[in-house]
Every structure is written in C-alpha cells, then in structure tokens.
C-alpha cells in the first residue's frame, strides 16, 4: 500500500508484439486496488488532436510517408499529449501510465528509421517541455516471438515493417536504456505474464520508498 500522495509518471515500451498492453492494463488494476487513480494514456495519441495524428500515422494507405514526416508526426501528437494532459495531471499529483512516450521516437525513428538520435533527442525535449517519465519498463522480447504474437492481427503501417526492422528497433532500445539507465529497467518479456507484473510492482514500490 502506497503512503505518498506524490504521483508518478512511468512509461512503457518496448518492439511491437512485446505484451506491453497487457502489462499496462494490470498495473492500472493493481494501482486502483491500491486506491490510486491512475491516468492511462497512450501514445501516438492520447487527445482528440493526438489520435487525429495517430490515424494518419497508422493508416497503411500512407505507404509514402518519408521519415522526416513520421518522426515530426509522433513528436507534434506528444507535445499535445504533453501540454493537454500530462502537465497538468501531474500537477495534480497523479499517476501516469504511457503506453509509449518519448523513448519510442528514439527506438523506432533513430535506430528502425535511421534518423539521427541526438537531434531526435532535443526534438523530444522540445515536444516534452522536457519532462521525462520517472520510470519506464522496457520489456524486452526476441523479435521472432513479438512477430509470431502479432501474426494473427491485421497490422498497421509501422507494424508490417517486418523483423528485421523490429530486430533494429530492439538494438535500439537497449542502447537508449544505457543512456538513461536512472530511469530504465529493462524486463524480461519472455517470463510469465504474472512474474513480469510482479517485477514491475517491485519496481514501482522501491522507488516510491526511495523518494518518500
Ligand atoms: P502501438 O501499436 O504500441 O499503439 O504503437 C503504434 C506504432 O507506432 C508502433 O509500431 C510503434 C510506433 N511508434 C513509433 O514509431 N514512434 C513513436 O514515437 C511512437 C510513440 C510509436
């Protein structure tokens, strides 16, 4: 049980396919078991303009979308998010789960897309007012196994990109979490759904206790 009133902004990532939602929706759960009333949000989306940017940015018709176009999409959808909501819910001192934020740009337009990662950074910071998530939980899966967990949906535009841009986007990942290794755990994706959330709510209650 929680003793602070202070909120908490934790993000979530990771390769398409990874079970991230799943993860996102059990510690929403367990927070309200808990007495909270956590924010969930996520992203590209997450406002009414923010899901207008996710529809085109998703939509498999958009086949020309260059780069350049994609990265300024995702981080114009977070920087409403940004302002519309999670300014000011954490002012109000609630949590806040992002089914992906800023390290997603990273991941997929630096590391799948090419894109250069410093610039992407102060473009995200510019987006973010440069607010970070306090923590984000990266879970972690091979790309054969995300791939063979999504198989069966109609996928996206992003999504059919196919393993050897997920197997990128991956690498990607794990290089940004030694950049911000204060905030970012690293999951093992392939344990039990039940094992991950219990390591995420660990996770969660010894940090509350170190800032308390
Ligand atoms: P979702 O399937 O988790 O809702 O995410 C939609 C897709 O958008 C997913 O393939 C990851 C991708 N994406 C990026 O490429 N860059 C970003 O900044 C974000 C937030 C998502």
């Keep these: 049980m929680f003793t602070s009133k202070t909120g908490v902004f934790i993000s979530f990532e990771g390769i398409d396919g990874c079970g991230k939602s799943t993860q996102v929706d059990l510690l929403i759960n367990k927070l309200k ?7 969930l949000v996520r992203e590209p989306g997450g406002t009414g303009i923010s899901e207008e940017i996710r529809d085109t940015l998703l939509k498999t018709q958009n086949s020309l979308m260059s780069s350049r176009t994609e990265a300024l999409l995702m981080t114009a959808s977070r920087a409403q998010l940004t302002k519309e909501i999670i300014i000011p819910e954490l002012a109000n001192n609630r949590y806040i789960i992002a089914d992906r934020f800023k390290d997603s740009t990273l991941a997929y337009q630096s590391g799948g897309r090419g894109l250069n990662l410093e610039f992407l950074i102060k473009l995200n910071n510019f987006a973010t007012y440069d607010i970070d998530p306090d923590l984000t939980f ?17 996928l996206d535009r992003i999504e059919s990109a196919g393993i050897k841009f997920q197997t990128k986007v991956r690498e990607s990942y794990l290089k940004i979490a030694k950049l911000f290794p204060a905030r970012f755990h690293i999951i093992d994706g392939m344990d039990t759904i039940q094992n991950i959330h219990n390591s995420i ?3 969660l209650i010894n940090y509350k206790n170190e800032i308390s």
């Design 33 to 39: 078991d808990n007495g909270k009333n956590p924010v």
């Design 138 to 154: 990266f879970i972690d899966i091979d790309p054969v196994s995300a791939e063979q967990r999504i198989k069966s949906n109609s």
């Design 201 to 203: 709510w660990d996770i």
